[in-house]
């Protein structure tokens, strides 16, 4: 089935600093990703939905200055967190579509320090 | 706007006992429902999926759902919990074919011997 790559699984970084979380579609073309952040004990809410070889569509209250989607090529699409601070530790997971389906990547849990 | 509620945030079965986990939404039309599975700190995983046809889903682990139009429920059902079954369960929503998924808030399940 279709395989959904995301790196790295657990990131530590200093405040002030950027972070690159990678999603990576191994068996398919995935034109649209989706981004999610979940925290502690809570459900996944949808940060921005990325499009191959165009610009994100950020869901409202999501600052897209901070939170940067690259979506350039049909397997691989990007979200870097600048200028991270404490406040934006969470567990990040993205979602490729395939056909009418979803797979999720295995998550990556961000903390800032 | 769609909504999906999962009223039941925890719920304990013993081993070996019949399970149901509820799902309502919130959508004019008829929905895409699905249901994953997230065990702690790992990406989540699809147990079945509902676009059109047979209202009644079999999934992967002997799970199964019930799509009820007139009660807007898509809820889950095991005859037979094993303790792996341990995990957090979510109920997402999608509007259109491929287009975004909006999640319950997740029920856990924990599975007592």
């Known amino acids: 089935g279709a395989v959904v790559s995301q790196h790295p699984s657990r990131v530590i970084c200093k405040s002030g600093t950027s972070v690159k979380i990678e999603c990576r579609s191994l068996d398919f073309q995935a034109t649209t990703m989706f981004w999610y952040r979940q925290f502690p004990k809570q459900s996944l809410m949808l940060m921005a939905t990325s499009n191959e070889g165009s610009k994100a569509t950020y869901e409202q209250g999501v600052e897209k200055d901070k939170f940067l989607i690259n979506h350039a090529s049909l397997t691989l699409s990007t979200l870097t967190v600048t200028s991270a601070h404490p406040e934006d530790s969470s567990f990040y997971i993205c979602?490729?579509?395939?056909?009418?389906?979803?797979?999720f990547g295995s998550g990556t849990r961000l903390t800032v320090v | 706007a769609q909504s999906v509620t999962q009223p039941d945030i925890h719920i304990t079965v013993s081993e070996g006992a019949s399970l149901e986990l509820r799902c309502n939404y919130s959508y004019g039309a008829t929905p895409y429902l699905f249901w994953y599975v997230q065990s702690p700190g790992q990406g989540l995983q699809l147990l079945l999926k509902y676009f059109s046809g047979d209202t009644l889903v079999q999934g992967i682990k002997g799970f199964e759902a019930e799509f009820k139009r007139s009660q807007s429920s898509f809820n889950l059902r095991k005859p037979s919990v094993h303790w792996s079954d341990a995990a957090e369960y979510f109920c997402a929503v999608g509007m259109e074919y491929g287009n975004k998924l909006v999640f319950g808030a997740g029920t856990i399940l924990r599975v007592k011997s």
């Open positions: 979602s490729a579509r395939e056909g009418a389906g979803y797979t």
